[in-house]
């Protein structure tokens, strides 16, 4: 037992390198998903731009324009327009799932349309990657022209990249509290057996 307590103590400047090298891997893999992570948030505000375009082209407007993209949360997004636009429901859910079929992280998301007054909902449906539980209504009624904003909430992915890091960096440190009671553990057990 003595022997493989000093060729554990021998390595453990070892176990202490490779332990930070995992540190700093783990901190390159969280800095790389955040960049990935505005890549794809980007890549999808320009395909809401492509379906407020669509919604305007459907309503006649080829002059006015759609207005910069609006993030309201983390998952939620805000299409707005210059001027007053008409729709037809129809026409909008197969345009919004024509587009989002282009966003590999849309499968399932909610689409709200807002009156700009009073922000209450004139039109809305929701899409689920379970096709039986996706909920479309009044698909044949064409709305009266308004104005009006589009609200599409997605369905998180998962855990996001700071609330994955820092399960990662607290994970780690688990670990490395591990190694160290562990270690003091069973030196404490060496001791008490030579006091015998």
């Known amino acids: 037992m003595s022997e493989s307590r000093n060729i554990f103590s021998g390595n453990r400047k070892y176990l ?3 332990i930070m090298l995992l540190f700093i891997a783990m ?5 790389d998903k955040t ?3 505005d890549f794809d948030s980007a890549r999808r505000e ?3 731009r492509r379906i407020g375009d669509e919604l305007l082209t459907q309503s006649g407007d080829s002059r006015s324009r759609v207005l910069p993209i609006e993030k309201i949360q983390e998952n939620e997004y805000q299409i707005r327009f210059e001027n007053e636009i008409t729709f037809k429901p129809d026409s909008l859910v197969s345009a919004i799932q024509r587009l989002l079929v282009n966003d590999p992280l849309a499968s399932d998301y909610v ?3 807002l009156n700009c007054g009073n922000s209450s909902v004139a039109y809305g ?3 689920s990657s379970n096709k039986k539980d996706d909920i479309i209504a009044c698909r044949g009624r ?3 022209k308004g104005c009006y904003m589009v609200n599409i909430k997605f369905k998180p992915t998962g855990i996001n990249t700071a609330a994955s890091s820092l399960f990662l960096i607290i994970l780690l440190f688990l670990v490395f509290a591990g190694f160290i009671f562990f270690e003091n553990g069973s030196e404490a057990k060496c001791c008490v057996v030579r006091s015998k």
């Open 142 to 144: 064409v709305q009266p």
């Open 16 to 18: 202490y390198g490779g």
């Open 125 to 127: 449906y929701a899409i």
């Open 27 to 31: 901190a390159f893999i969280a800095f």
């Open 35 to 37: 960049g990935t992570d």
């Open 46 to 48: 320009v395909l809401l």
């Open 111 to 113: 689409v709200n349309v």
